[in-house]
């Protein structure tokens, strides 16, 4: 594409101020004059070849042109006979220049904004620049528009029309159309007329989309005072401020093309997510919130970086009162609509935009993230995660998995809230529903190899971080082993209970023997765990059954205290009644004089309580320990109950998930 700019006239009402150079030359701001803004944002646009006519003060111009050192091409053509003709003719002597080529055409006296001309330049068909918000000018130009095409351009069409100006990017075609219809006129001897004059006699065969930039500044620069107005909407302009938000873990060449689109239209914040708003909206951030933020800051490109530490802009937008928000398009449906809504509206509080580029999706950053979520599912990457979230998030949840398959889903299940994603932070490798899947009772009979199965299959299958249930953890001289086979296999967090002998689940509570184990031989187990542990990472908790074997609450304090002593992690406290009052009273208690140890409770029975409200009292993992292995089971059964009666498949494929479906969650590699 060729720049065409049209610099022959006299600009004889600027008045002193075009004495001595032509009017293009006319200083706009302390750095720039109206040309050397038009050629700089040219170059910036991708523009490398330009043609401006020239005539009056023509060597001044070329000379001016050359001190610029603008690297573009750039081809002068003199209109001998600029002082009685207008540009139409200063076109047609250009001719053998423009002939075939797709044109980005401007008046020599008209400033515009970047992201006007970006507009322009990158429009898929010809199109004239108009405004819908100016009001209409006496004596400039104006465009008739119907169905959004340009029908007529002239300073005399008042209906139907709009404020425009000639700014014009023109595919050959057309092009060639109005350069033909340009050198009829002048070959008639019509050369005093506006070149326009050519494309209203076409009467529509140049097909021009009206490209309406609304109140950004396009304006021609005719006499001084549009010289003081136009040179205050360009300090204006310096002062602007865009406001861009990244979660800036994986940069790529959409991300850089954003960022310069953005920088076009101001001073650019950009608003890095805190590690807390990654994690709620796609997964744990590859980098910290400080070296992204680092990044973001040693771009030239960007002005300031501030945090975002939700994903609603409202509290940075508020705060920064930006003039723009730039946003890929990719928003505009889906799960951040409501995100780009509440962002309109909190614009709309001061009069701000939203400015939306098609988002460029890139192969490599979808080979990138592929690449992240394979590492993640590395033992020494996931080990470390629960720690990591636990200090980012205060409280986390943990749902059951016994297979590969429940893996998968405890790692994809998601629903849309607040603008992301809500999902389960952690799996639970429950001793219960491993058991109860190979048909078992949950009383240690599933050896620990078998276990370990189960977790090497879940591992092969996900990436997010694994609480194992290592139910009393067996004899200290095994559980020493246990514990670095966990470790080894990337495990964060394993939870023993201080029971002994036959265990048997712990929701059966006293109604089977049960026996506790003692303090000090549970304290001894812990700290054995704690000596044979290989990674800083690896998290031992110690589960209290006191409440679920009616031993008081003061037993289950003693006992807290005790094995925190011992060198426990983390503390789980369980209870089998549907009232939470006793583990409240419990968290209270221990909170009193332990503020910092994680606590663990399993809401099986008093699963009234929200996540919100066990924040609220200090509580760090919420473990939903059994809950698919229980709605699967009756489903199952309901479906081999319909087949038996129905003597065949079809009357129980409505309960069926669709077999494409299934194939869907299973990933290929
Ligand atoms: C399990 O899920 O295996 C547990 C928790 O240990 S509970 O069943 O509540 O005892
Ligand atoms: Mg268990």
């Known amino acids: 594409m060729k720049a065409l700019i049209l610099n022959s006239g006299l600009g004889h009402r600027m008045g002193d101020l075009t004495r001595e150079h032509p009017k293009c030359m006319t200083e706009i701001s302390p750095r720039e004059t109206i040309l050397s803004r038009q050629l700089r944002l040219l170059a910036e646009a991708g523009i490398r070849q330009v043609v401006i006519t020239t005539g ?64 322009a330049a990158a429009s898929e068909d010809s199109c004239m620049k108009v405004s819908s918000t100016l009001p209409l000018p006496e004596k400039d130009f104006k465009a008739v528009v119907r169905d959004g095409r340009v029908l007529r351009v002239g300073v005399d069409c008042f209906d139907d029309a709009l404020e425009a100006q000639a700014l014009y990017h023109l595919k050959a075609e057309d092009w060639d159309r109005w350069l033909s219809k340009i050198g009829e006129l002048c070959e008639a001897g019509e050369t005093s007329c506006y070149a326009e004059e050519a494309l209203n006699r076409l009467e529509g065969a140049c097909r021009i989309r009206a490209l309406d930039v609304g109140d950004r500044l396009c304006a021609e620069i005719d006499t001084p005072e549009d010289l003081e107005n136009v040179s205050k909407r360009l300090a204006a302009l310096e002062n602007r401020t865009v406001y861009l938000c990244f979660s800036a873990d994986l940069l790529h060449s959409g991300h850089i093309a954003l960022l310069r689109r953005a920088r076009r239209l101001g001073r650019l914040i950009v608003g890095v997510l805190s590690d807390e708003a990654v994690a709620g909206y796609k997964r744990y951030p590859l980098v910290p919130f400080p070296e992204r933020a680092a990044l973001m800051r040693s771009l030239a490109l960007v002005d300031q970086v501030v945090e975002q530490r939700t994903l609603s802009y409202r509290e940075n937008l508020e705060k920064y009162r930006p003039d723009y928000v730039v946003h890929g398009d990719d928003w505009v449906t889906g799960v951040q609509a409501p995100i780009r ?58 749902m059951e998995a016994h ?62 971080p694994i609480i194992f249930d290592g139910d009393t953890g067996g004899l200290t001289e095994h559980f020493v082993y246990t514990v670095r086979s966990l470790e080894r296999m990337g495990v964060s ?53 006191s409440l679920i074997l009616e031993r ?74 059994n809950q698919l292995t229980r709605s699967a089971f009756p489903a199952m059964e309901q479906t081999a109950e319909t087949i038996l009666r129905n003597h065949r498949a079809l009357e129980a494929d409505a309960a069926c998930m669709p077999f494409r479906e299934i194939i869907r969650l299973i990933p290929e590699e």
């Not at 111009?61 to 610029?68: I, P």
């Not at 192969?363 to 992240?372: C, H």
């Not at 297979?403 to 994809?412: A, F, P, Q, R, Y």
Request: proline share 3%.
């Open 403 to 464: 297979s590969g398959l429940t893996g998968l889903i405890v790692e994809n299940a998601k629903v849309p809230e607040g603008g992301g994603y809500r999902q389960f932070d952690a799996m639970w490798i429950s001793s219960l529903c491993d058991s109860t899947s190979r048909g078992k009772p949950d009383i240690e009979l599933v050896d620990m190899t078998s276990r370990f199965r189960t977790v090497d299959e879940i591992c092969e299958v996900t990436t997010k």
């Open 552 to 625: 008081g609450m003061d037993d289950a304090l003693a006992r807290a205290f005790a094995f925190t002593a011992a060198g426990a992690d983390a503390i789980m406290i369980h209870s089998r009644k549907k009232d939470p009052a006793e583990i409240f009273a419990f968290v209270e208690a221990f909170r009193a004089r332990d503020a910092a140890t994680p606590l663990v409770v399993v809401p099986t029975s008093f699963n009234a309580v929200t996540e919100e409200e066990f924040r609220a009292r200090g509580v760090n993992i919420i473990i939903y320990a």
């Open 341 to 398: 809504q509440e962002v309109q509206e909190v614009l709309a509080g001061w009069g701000g935009h939203l400015v939306e580029f098609p988002y460029a999706r890139d192969e490599g950053l979808a080979e990138m993230e592929k690449r992240a979520r394979l590492e993640a599912g590395t033992p020494d990457m996931r080990r470390g995660r629960l720690r990591k979230l636990l200090t980012l998030k205060g409280t986390v949840t943990a």
């Open 493 to 545: 967090m394993v939870i023993i209970e201080d029971k002994t002998g036959l265990k048997k689940n712990s929701l059966f509570g006293t109604e089977v023997r049960q026996t506790q184990d003692s303090i000090e031989h549970f304290a001894e187990k812990i700290a054995a765990g704690k000596r044979a542990q290989r990674t800083k990472d690896f998290m031992i908790c110690a589960r209290i059954e």
């Open 56 to 119: 009056y003060y023509d060597q001044v111009l070329m000379d001016y042109c050359k001190s610029l050192n603008t690297g573009l091409d750039i081809a002068f053509v003199r209109n001998p006979r600029y002082a009685e003709t207008n540009y139409i003719y200063s076109i047609w002597c250009a001719r053998d220049l423009l002939r075939g080529e797709e044109i980005l055409l401007m008046h020599g006296d008209l400033v515009f904004e970047p992201s006007v001309l970006e507009e």
